[in-house]
C-alpha cells in the first residue's frame, strides 16, 4: 500500500495544488467547482461510489467509499473544501489562486487550511481500494460551508442516518513551530456574540453645544474595559491548561458619516471556549461584566446578544485509549518516525459537529500549521502532504483491522 502511494506522490501534490488553485472562499461561499475536480478524481482513482450530498444547491459535500471484503464498521476521514477569503491581495507575494511549488513547499490559499490535507485524504482512500481492506468503510467527506459554521456541511451531513455512530478523524493541520506537533484529542469550541452600543445621533456641528453621547467612544471604551478586565470563568483543565480565548473587534462598525454624529456602534466577540464552560454561563459573565459598566457611567447604552449562527459549538473530545486514537498514534509513528504526543487544537473544528451526534472523533491531525492559516501566503510542505496520505491510509487499516482483531502485514 506505501509502494502505491509512493508511486503517486506526483499525482497527489498536484492533484493539491489543483484544488488550491480553484477559488472556493467563504464568504460568499460556493464549493461547486472545487467540489467537482475532487469527486472526479476519486472517481478516476477507483472508489467504488463518489456522490454528491447537499442541503441545498451550490452547497456541495462529496462523499466517496471504499467498501471491505466484508461488512464492518466506516471510518470517516474528513476535510472541508471551503476557505477563507484572500483578503488584502498586495500582501500575498504569490497571488492567492496561482500555486506553485517552490523549494518543497505548496504556496497558495488553503493550501495548509486545509486542501493539502483533502488531497492527502483522497489519495489515501485510493491506496487502500487498491490493496483492499479486509472489513468495513473508509468513507472520504469533503465538506463545505466549515469556514462559515458548517450548517451545509458536517452539522448537515452528522444528522443523516448513514453518518450515524462512525469513527472519525478530521485533518486539520496541528503544526505549531513544527509540523504534526500534536494529535489533538480535544478541541475548543466558539461562541460568538456582537456587542452594541447606542447614542445621539444628530447633526455633528452641534456636538459641543448640545447634550449628546458618542456611541463610536463610548464603544471605544467598553472594548478597552473589555481587554484588560473581562475574565469568563472556566473549570480549571489539564487539557486546556490556557483556558478560553476572548477575540474583541473580530468584526466593527460605527457611525454613518462625516457630518454625523455616531449614534450607533457594535463590535464581534469570538470566544474560544473550553471543556466544561456553558453558553448560558458565558452569556451570564458578559451581561455582569457590561452591568458594571453601565453603573459606573450612567450615559453608557450598551447590549449584547449572540450572533445566531455562531452563538454556541461546544468543545469536543475523544478518550485517549480509544482505538481510534491507537490506530493513528501508531500509523503517526511509523509515518513519521517519532512518536506524536496527545494535545488540544485551539481552534473550534467540524469535530464538534461529529462528536455531538455520537461519533468517535479526533478533532483535528493533519498536515500544515494553523500559524499559518487564515493569513495571507499560506503555504504547506510538500512533505507533511505526502505523510499525511501515509497516516490517514494506515490509521484506517489499523482501525478496521483492531475493531476485527484481523491480522496483516502491511
Known sequence: MLAG???????????????????????????????????????????????????????????????????????????????????????????????VVTDGRLHGLGSTDMKGAVAAMVYAGAAIAEVGAPAGTVRVVLTADEEGGSRFGARFLAGQPEFASRAVIVGEPTGMESPWAYLAVASRGISCFRVTVRGTQMH???????????????????????????????????????????????TLSGGVYFGVYPGHAEFGIDVRTVPGMTHAGLQADLDAFLDRLRREDGELDVAVAPVPELAWFPPSAIDPTHPLVIATRSAARDALGRDVPLGTMPAFTDGTHWHLAGNACIPAFGPGTLLLAHRPNEFVAVEEILAAARIYALAALRYLESKHQVRRLL
Open 5 to 99: 502511494l509512493a508511486a503517486r506522490e506526483h499525482d497527489l501534490v498536484e492533484f493539491a495544488r489543483e484544488l488550491v488553485a480553484i477559488p472556493s472562499p467563504n464568504p460568499p461561499g460556493d464549493e461547486r467547482k472545487v467540489a467537482e475536480r475532487a469527486r472526479f478524481e476519486m472517481a478516476e482513482l477507483g472508489y467504488a461510489e463518489v456522490r454528491e450530498v447537499a442541503m441545498e444547491p451550490g452547497r456541495p459535500n462529496v462523499v466517496g467509499d471504499v467498501v471491505g471484503a466484508r461488512s464492518g464498521p466506516v471510518l470517516v476521514l474528513n476535510g472541508h473544501l471551503d476557505t477563507k477569503p484572500a483578503g488584502d491581495l498586495s500582501e500575498w507575494a504569490i497571488g492567492p489562486y496561482d500555486p
Open 204 to 250: 455633528s456641528s452641534l456636538s459641543d453645544q448640545v447634550p449628546s453621547v458618542n456611541a463610536s467612544v463610548k464603544l471605544s471604551q467598553v472594548m478597552s474595559r473589555m481587554a484588560s478586565e473581562f475574565k469568563p470563568r472556566f473549570p480549571v483543565n489539564s487539557e486546556v491548561p490556557g483556558g478560553p480565548t476572548v477575540n474583541l473587534g473580530v
